[in-house]
């Protein structure tokens, strides 16, 4: 049901409709000359197109365990699987914990809610403050799900990020409770100031840490993994191999060979930093000259901002705005229940500086008269 409103409305979009609905990067930012030169270098070698292991290929599993090692996370490439897109990892890991009941945040990402639901995990949702998940409420679910989704770095919808001491927190419920946490990190690169320190981190042994380079490089490539330990990754192997066998081999050689210079990768991650930062900033302003009335946080990184229109029924709103050829994604959307909310998502970062402008402008006026 929820699955097809968003397609309801994508399907209702023509060329002149801007979008702050869905969470694309900005593609004016993909690095497509690079991986075009990636790719020709790649495939000047047939083993490019040969089946490959079903975890993923060495080379990029070393260079990823590198990540996590530079951020004194020490980690082997036995402890990487990479998957297609971190929308896989959530599905092999759901599906290996079927039947479970699942501690979440409240709203929390669509793509996870649904994965859940096909795989009959049930959800417990703890409301999510600015500062990160309820922690009381978090600590008496825990208990009894002993297992937890949460996306704590600029969180999808809401765009909010976890305080170092709820992050800490976590960790130690989940140790005490001997739990299992699903830490979703798409978004981690794309902090404005400052990098988090990953939960996982300090409860290797009880988390799944999922990443992807679909916000960093582009989406197309699906490349993703999961950062378990062995023993938490080892039974998964199985689900990956009758799924799909392994991951897109080209796609993986491609980032690979990318990534061979790491100083160009690094570059372009400041670039986005710092580009998203500044959209971000004209997304507020304008925000804030065209619906005064809007209340959010301001995000610390991501592609988000989140808040509330004040009574405004959002899923009704949309409609109105669908007919004017501007779109977002109304609150509704991300909770697992039917709850009519005033809350909106608004992507900043896929949409042209001169369109967030007219985008904006626009709903003002349809919710003068809405
Ligand atoms: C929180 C979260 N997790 C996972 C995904 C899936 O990303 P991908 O499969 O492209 O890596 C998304 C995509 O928007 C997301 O927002």
Known sequence: MKRSFIREILEHTNNNTISFAGGLPDQSLFPTADLQQSANRVLKHNA???YTKSTGIDS?????AQFYCEEGFPTKPDNIMITSGSQQALDIISRYNNNKTITIESPSYLGAINVFNLNNIKQKSIILEDDGINLKGFKSSIKDTKFSYLIPDF????GKTYSKEKREQIATMIKENDAILIE???YSELYFDTRNTMISSTIPNNSFHLGSFSKTLAPSLRIGWIRASKELLEPLISYKE???LHTNGLSQYIVDDYLND???YKRHLEVIREQYKIKMLIFKEQLDHYLP???YCE???GMFIYGKLPNIDTSSFIRECLKHEVIFVPGSEFYSDDSVSDEIRFNFTHTSIQDIKKGLAKIAKILKTF
Do not use: R, V, W, Y
């Open 242 to 244: 009758a799924m799909d």
């Open 155 to 158: 969180q999808n919808p809401t």
């Open 48 to 50: 490019t197109l040969q």
């Open 262 to 264: 790491m100083d160009k």
């Open 299 to 301: 995000p610390k990184g």
């Open 60 to 64: 990029l599993k070393e260079k990823i």
């Open 293 to 295: 009335t809007f209340e």
């Open 184 to 186: 979703d990190s798409p």
